[in-house]
């Protein structure tokens, strides 16, 4: 991280303990529970502060938030758009990264992916 501050160190705390995938203002409403004098600007500044340097990912889902996730292993997501779950999926990605390659003579480091559906939950009416 860039420089040390207490409300970063907390906002990265509270989103690091979550595999919810939170928007900005839920991680606000959790940081405040420890700083209670923390604005929702400063809260915002922070993410886009640590999303740049890498430490932290925001995940698009099409749902007009931004959410963000603690964990920046390579890994993709499934999006219900029953109950708006976001959900971790660890699959491989290295074929779809050298198809990429071979069609755009690109050379790919990462490749991540947002599946949208309906979840199982959902599916069966849980």
Not at 73 to 92: P, R
Not at 111 to 117: E, P, Q, S, V
Request: aromatic share 10%.
């Amino acid at each position: 991280m860039k420089n040390y501050s207490r409300q970063r160190e907390a906002i990265l705390n509270v989103l690091c303990s979550t595999k919810s995938h939170p928007t900005a203002s839920w991680i606000y409403d959790n940081v405040r529970i420890t700083l209670p004098n923390i604005s929702l600007g400063t809260v915002y500044r922070n993410l886009a502060l640590l999303e740049s340097e890498g430490v932290i990912r925001k995940i698009p889902v099409g749902d007009n938030h931004e959410h963000f996730d603690g964990d920046t292993s390579q890994h993709s997501h499934f999006y219900c758009k029953s109950c708006s779950q976001i959900t971790d999926i660890f699959i491989d990605t290295k074929e779809t990264r050298k198809q990429v390659e071979a069609d755009t003579g690109f050379k790919v480091d990462f490749g991540t992916y947002t599946f949208t559906g309906v979840c199982k939950n959902c599916l069966s009416g849980k």
